[in-house]
Structure formats: structure tokens, C-alpha cells
């Protein structure tokens, strides 16, 4: 065998290996990707659990008040306003914002409890108020995983030298669940004694 015949099998071998490698580290982090979006999928179905938990308490809560605060109108309205953009919401940046609406009409549903002791002091309100406060609980921290979950797979997409992959395979950040401004800091509000900060 020829010398150049030997050279020109070891670069072949070498741009097999190479290549071999190249395709490797392409479908391993292709695949990585994918796992980081379905984690970020399924974490998503947790928070829609309890989304939709706390949007099938809201008719009975408002009506709890409104049979107390039949005046306050314009509270109801919003709640409900804000409850059917939810319904309608199709993406999940839409649902997102339209949450973000319904948690700020729900928190001004709960200054109206304030002004009537005698809501504060029903069992129908009381229950309906514990369940909303845990689902409320629930709902925040499946919120933290989910955003935990796109954080992780944002960062995965935007790192180097996996950005290329991720760029040509289509893989896009993901929206990440923050509360509306109007939530930051949130109001404590005691239903025990009447009083809030």
C-alpha cells in the first residue's frame, strides 16, 4: 500500500470520526432541547390545574359578596370581565396576561370584603375564602417550578455553541410567568379582625 493511499485513509477516518462526533453532539442537544420543552410543558399543565381551580371558584365567591355588597357593580363586572378573557385566552402569553388581569379584579374583590364585616363573618365566605387562599398557595408555587422550567430551557437555547442548534431547529424562548405589577408587594389582608395594611 502506497504511502498517500494510508494518509488518505487516516484524513478519511478522521473526518468520519469528526463527522460521526459533529452528528452526535447535533442530536444530543436537539434532544436535550426537547426534554428542557417538555418540562416546561408539563409544568405548564400544573399551573393550568390550578388556574382553572381558582377559576371555578370564582362564580360562587362572587356571588357570596354580591349578595352582601349588591352595589359594588363595577367590582363584579371586572371579575367577570377578567374570568372570560381567561376562557378565551388561546396561547400561553394571552393566558398569561389575561390571569394577571383576573388575580388584579380578584384582589379588588377582596377590598370590598373589607368594607362589610358581616361577608367576613359568613361560612359560605369562609370556606370559599380558605379554598381560594390555597389554591392561590398552589397556584404560586407551581408558577415558581414552571418559571424555574423556563429559565433553565431559556438559558439552555441562548448558551453557545447550543444557540446554533436551537436556532436551526426552531426552538423559541418561553414566556415566563410573572405577576402583574399591581401585585407587587401583595396587600395582606386579615379576615379575621377587619384590619389591612
Given at each position: 500500500?502506497?504511502?498517500?493511499?494510508?494518509i488518505a485513509?487516516?484524513v478519511?477516518?478522521v473526518?468520519l470520526?469528526?463527522?460521526i462526533?459533529?452528528l452526535?453532539?447535533v442530536?444530543?442537544s436537539?434532544?436535550h432541547f426537547v426534554g428542557?420543552?417538555?418540562n416546561v410543558k408539563?409544568?405548564?399543565a400544573q399551573?393550568?390545574?390550578q388556574?382553572?381551580r381558582r377559576?371555578?371558584?370564582?362564580?360562587n365567591?362572587?356571588?357570596t359578596?354580591k349578595g352582601f355588597a349588591?352595589?359594588?357593580?363595577?367590582v363584579f363586572?371586572r371579575?367577570?370581565e377578567?374570568?372570560?378573557k381567561?376562557?378565551?385566552?388561546?396561547?400561553?402569553?394571552?393566558k398569561?396576561k389575561?390571569?394577571?388581569?383576573l388575580?388584579?379584579a380578584?384582589?379588588?374583590?377582596?377590598v370590598?370584603?373589607?368594607r362589610y364585616p358581616e361577608?367576613k363573618?359568613n361560612?359560605?365566605?369562609?370556606?370559599?375564602?380558605t379554598?381560594?387562599?390555597g389554591?392561590?398557595?398552589?397556584?404560586?408555587?407551581?408558577r415558581?417550578?414552571y418559571?424555574?422550567?423556563?429559565?433553565?430551557?431559556?438559558t439552555?437555547i441562548?448558551?453557545f455553541?447550543?444557540?446554533?442548534?436551537a436556532?436551526?431547529?426552531?426552538?423559541?424562548?418561553a414566556?415566563?410567568?410573572?405577576?402583574p405589577?399591581e401585585?407587587?408587594?401583595?396587600?395582606?389582608?386579615?379576615?379575621?379582625t377587619?384590619d389591612t395594611d
Amino acid at each position: 500500500m502506497k504511502r498517500s493511499s494510508i494518509i488518505a485513509f487516516v484524513v478519511l477516518g478522521v473526518i468520519l470520526i469528526v463527522a460521526i462526533g459533529l452528528l452526535s453532539w447535533v442530536v444530543g442537544s436537539r434532544n436535550h432541547f426537547v426534554g428542557l420543552d417538555e418540562n416546561v410543558k408539563t409544568q405548564w399543565a400544573q399551573v393550568e390545574n390550578q388556574l382553572q381551580r381558582r377559576y371555578d371558584l370564582i362564580p360562587n365567591l362572587v356571588e357570596t359578596v354580591k349578595g352582601f355588597a349588591t352595589h359594588e357593580k363595577d367590582v363584579f363586572v371586572r371579575v367577570t370581565e377578567a374570568r372570560s378573557k381567561v376562557a378565551g385566552a388561546g396561547n400561553i402569553p394571552d393566558k398569561i396576561k389575561a390571569n394577571n388581569e383576573l388575580s388584579s379584579a380578584l384582589a379588588r374583590l377582596l377590598v370590598v370584603v373589607e368594607r362589610y364585616p358581616e361577608i367576613k363573618s359568613n361560612q359560605n365566605f369562609l370556606a370559599l375564602q380558605t379554598e381560594l387562599s390555597g389554591t392561590e398557595n398552589r397556584l404560586s408555587t407551581e408558577r415558581r417550578r414552571y418559571n424555574e422550567r423556563v429559565r433553565d430551557y431559556n438559558t439552555a437555547i441562548r448558551l453557545f455553541p447550543g444557540s446554533l442548534i436551537a436556532g436551526f431547529f426552531s426552538f423559541t424562548r418561553a414566556e415566563l410567568f410573572e405577576a402583574p405589577e399591581e401585585a407587587r408587594p401583595a396587600p395582606k389582608v386579615d379576615f379575621g379582625t377587619g384590619d389591612t395594611d
